[in-house]
């Protein structure tokens, strides 16, 4: 008999469901909204409702499943199975597992986003030969997980692998965080790049990212990497910036935790052109050289698929 | 029958052999010259003397010994039981663990020094309630030990745990290793502080320490400490920039790995009163508020036994 594993990626917009079995094929999907305006037992309700579905379309009776794994926004309490207030979920203390226990009567696994998302690229994507393997997602925001001897490293109150909130240039702008300076998601984050050439277009530094004309707010990502990636000096120089930083952040990790394997996914790898070289010399300026030799550093593999691949293989995960 | 432990706490130009019980308790002692120059063979001659001596001392036979276990320099292949080539110790690949095994018939268990000594308090000092632990040690380098899950955090190949050269202040100063500029070691050792004093001396930027009138080569840390705490603002200022940067180091080590303890041990710490408050400041400014909270920095217990502590540790780890 299959056994088939249920995931969840849960946002603050929304719901992305699907059933895997246990080599992380995705069978069937499902998504609807949120709505955490609504209340926690209205999410709940989503939640359960997207599987039913995703049950229907992969034509699976509920018995069919063996467990059903959570990647959520932190902080968690991951054994008391609880969400803790965040920026996108306003809760104070969600206890999401027992109320999707009591519904589907199915042993139910929160874990991370972030940390999901190590764990799939290291099961199913990119790092299924590593035993010691961090994953980093460079997106709006710098996210990851830490995989040591082939399991997530949680730290004492389900905490570690915060890796963009890591210090790379103190007295730096700063992120989200008030208070960080100079942390990697405030050097390196797609934020940080719009940022910079927001900055730069409202200084006259640049001749306009090559005919850019609209008003700073209105400038993207996607249009400071074209104009660097077509000569544009200022556009350049950020993604050097960011990644020369980015750079400083790996070594840490390097010296630090001596990986096989760094993992990169995220938006902002769609711009891996004009940061990648940067990052890699950053890195290898930075950290121990004969550590750094033990490490490679290497693309994601599971692409817009992370979120969801990474909730199953922790339903998997539960052995 | 009572079981007992070897340790040694191996150096450049000293061994320091110790016989623990499995409390650690260390029930005899003794100590050689490395002559790291006489080459392989005299060393482990040296270690298997200090052995033999510290049984006779304790008056215990040599049936009465389950296991030996040495902290060493790295760079080391654990499982392989090799030291490779380091500063303190000239070798290329020298195979300590099977020639002591052969000498000794004796299980014989390898470390890094910093590790053994973060084991050691881990398991017999200031982290006896900790299961997710960091150990760092200050003196003329900085070194350290990640205990994750009650064990040293090894990495793919017996490197991690660097937290010396953890990227603090990107374009400081250097540290031994030539490219590293702005590591934690390079901005908070005992050699960091005597460098910048040494550095206010020859620019005049101080009453010289309070009368120091020597030559700034002959500048010692403790002078350096004791013109501080009488009120010298040059020394104060190197102590208050050393502290800033070990919280920086601090917080990112609580981001990453979210410890319930941070253990500082080493020579530096003598100067505790000079640094330890605006360290915690730092650490409390750039890490994160939820998961600073869930981690204690508090001293060493060990003191000068930690080496030797921490190889028995090792030994007795061998469970």
Known sequence: MAEFYAGVDLGGTKILTGIGDADGRIIARSRARTEV????????????????RALEKAELDRDKLSCLGIGSPGPLNISAG???????LPFKRFPIVEMLEDELE????????ANAAALG???????????????????TGIGGGIISQGRILHGCCDGAGEIG????????????????????????SGTA????????????????FLGFNGSPGELTGFQVAQAARQGD??????????GF?????????????????IVFGGGVMKARDLFWEIMQHSAADHAIPAVKQDCQLIEAELGEDVGLAGAIAVAISRG
Chains 1, 2 share one sequence.
């Open 165 to 188: 909130h890591m210090i790379v240039n103190p007295g730096g702008p700063t992120c989200g965080f008030k208070q960080h300076q100079g942390c990697l998601e405030a050097m390196s």
């Open 193 to 208: 790049i719009i940022r910079e050439a927001r900055k730069k277009l409202v200084q006259q530094e640049t001749d306009a």
């Open 106 to 113: 199915l042993p139910v696994l929160l874990e991370n986003d």
């Open 82 to 88: 609880i969400v803790y207030e965040t920026s996108n």
């Open 121 to 139: 690229e290291k099961m199913f994507g990119a790092g299924q030969k590593a035993e010691e393997m961090i994953y980093i997602t460079i997106s």
């Open 37 to 52: 305006e609504k209340g926690e037992k209205r999410i709940v309700k989503n939640i359960v409702r997207t599987i039913h």
């Open 245 to 261: 930083y980015l750079g400083i952040g790996v070594a840490n990790l390097i010296d630090l935790l001596n990986p096989e394997l």
């Open 233 to 242: 000096e200022a556009a350049r120089e950020i993604y050097e910036e960011m």
